[in-house]
């Protein structure tokens, strides 16, 4: 899979609401109540990560959690990348 251009991301980006890219990588950060809702959010994202075979550079600290996407096997970001996304937007929506 061919890693898209910063032109192609950067016009992907614009159907994709709270991403940016940065560092080679699409990257956003949510904030939810607490730990429990931030940790439910990230079960659920576990398991369609799971399916699809592509997982997330993500960290947890209370109740925020920062993303970033990147294919590395592709050496950046590719479908793969924004599919994910749009599945993770899903579920935090």
């Known amino acids: 899979m061919k890693p898209f251009t910063e032109l192609q991301i950067l016009s992907r980006l614009k159907d994709l609401e709270g991403w940016e890219y ?6 956003t950060t949510f904030e939810f109540d ?28 209370y109740n925020t959690l920062q993303i970033s996407l990147s294919t ?16 993770i937007n899903g579920l935090v929506s």
């Open 34 to 61: 607490d730990f429990k809702d931030a940790f439910s959010v990230m079960t659920r994202i576990a398991f369609e990560v799971e399916k699809i075979n592509h997982h997330p550079d993500w960290s947890n600290v």
């Open 72 to 87: 590395h096997d592709a050496g950046g970001v590719t479908e793969k990348d924004f599919q994910l996304a749009t599945i």
């Open 22 to 27: 940065e560092d080679n990588a699409i990257h």
